[in-house]
Nanobody, 121 residues
Framework: QVQLVESGGGLVQAGGSLRLSCAVS????????MGWYRQVPGKQRELVAT???????HYADSVTGRFTISRDNAKNTVILQMNSLKPEDTAVYYC???????????????WGRGTQVTVSS
């Protein structure tokens, strides 16, 4: 059983900052990718930022320079620091991990339930 606990969403004015946190627990052997995605009603879920276990990061063009993803592998936690927020950043943000329960199984995705981020103009 794997659990993802997301926190840090809320309402903020444009130009403000929020910090999203995702804590992973459960019977996990290892985690490769950890990341954040977002979705607005009527649109597909889109990648915001990802981080590999090797330390590589990738950002959507729309958030590059404003958002920073970081992870603590010892604590199985991934953080998304969001600065200079814009109204178009309003969405439900989902934590995602690629994990495996043993060394003999393939990595598989797991999603959190999401946390709402609302940026007012």
């Amino acid at each position: 059983q794997v659990q993802l606990v997301e926190s840090g969403g809320g309402l903020v004015q444009a130009g403000g900052s929020l910090r999203l946190s995702c804590a992973v627990s459960g019977s996990i052997f290892s985690i490769d990718g950890m990341g954040w995605y977002r979705q607005v009603p009527g649109k597909q879920r889109e990648l915001v930022a990802t981080s590999t276990s090797g330390g590589s990061t990738h950002y959507a063009d729309s958030v590059t320079g404003r958002f920073t993803i970081s992870r603590d592998n010892a604590k199985n936690t991934v953080i998304l620091q969001m600065n200079s927020l814009k109204p178009e950043d309003t969405a439900v943000y989902y934590c995602n991990i690629e994990w495996r329960p043993s060394a003999y199984t393939a990595y598989r995705p797991f999603w959190g339930r999401g946390t709402q981020v609302t940026v007012s103009s």
